[in-house]
């Protein structure tokens, strides 16, 4: 990947970071494409099945995947709509997990570029922490990663779709009011 595509993909992503800690909501909206799918798959902790740690009762528990796979629950599976649905509600003042509002910080980090499945696509991988706190004693750290294909139109970049995998398994927040 060329070193001027590599910055412009950076600097997209930084934008959309700052668009989201400071609440810019619709104009994160405008960042991605209408046949958005964004999802954030669920982790489970499996054992392998080469594990000599314990004794296989059930072959089926002891899978090598750890995401859940497409169809299966996940923490969100979103589309552009569902998103305009929850930016909505958020203008409304009758969203209760965010009153008051969470204030966030997103760091990106180890970000890579690769050519994509179209011409006019990228698949982007990077890391990622989001520090959330809301009211005077809520702090929540999210740190995962995230692959996106961004797609060029209309001679921008825009998000086409997003998955979002979280280095937890379990959720200490007491709620995913957020977006990633």
């Given at each position: 990947?060329?070193?001027a595509t590599m910055?412009?993909?950076?600097?997209?992503l930084?934008r959309?970071?700052?668009?989201l800690d400071?609440?810019?909501f619709h104009q994160w909206?405008?960042l991605?494409t209408?046949?958005?799918?964004?999802?954030?798959?669920m982790?489970?902790n499996?054992?392998p099945?080469?594990?000599?740690s314990i004794?296989?009762?059930d072959g089926d528990?002891?899978?090598?995947?750890?995401?859940s796979?497409e169809g299966?629950l996940a923490?969100m599976?979103?589309?552009k709509d569902?998103?305009?649905?929850?930016i909505?509600?958020?203008?409304t003042?009758?969203?209760?997990?965010?009153d008051p509002?969470?204030?966030?910080?997103h760091?990106?980090?180890?970000?890579?570029?690769?050519?994509?499945?179209r011409?006019?696509e990228?698949?982007?991988?990077?890391?990622?922490i989001?520090y959330?706190?809301?009211?005077e004693?809520?702090q929540?750290?999210?740190?995962?990663?995230r692959e996106?294909v961004?797609r060029q139109?209309?001679?921008?970049?825009?998000?086409?779709y997003r998955?979002?995998?979280?280095d937890?398994t379990?959720?200490?927040?007491?709620n995913?009011?957020?977006?990633f």
């Open positions: 990947m060329d070193e910055r412009e993909i950076e600097q997209f930084y959309e970071a700052r668009l400071q609440r810019e909206l405008d991605f209408d046949d958005l799918r964004y999802w954030m798959p982790k489970n499996r054992y099945t080469n594990s000599k004794v296989i009762l528990r002891y899978e090598e995947g750890e995401l796979k299966d923490f599976d979103e589309t569902s998103l305009a649905k929850r909505a509600r958020l203008d003042g009758m969203a209760w997990a965010e509002p969470s204030r966030t910080r760091f990106i980090s180890n970000i890579e570029v690769h050519p994509g499945e011409e006019s990228l698949k982007v991988y990077c890391n990622f989001m959330r706190t809301r009211g004693t809520e929540d750290f999210y740190v995962g990663s996106d961004l139109e209309g001679g921008t970049w825009k998000i086409a998955k979002v995998v979280l937890q379990v959720l200490l927040a007491k995913v009011s957020n977006f």
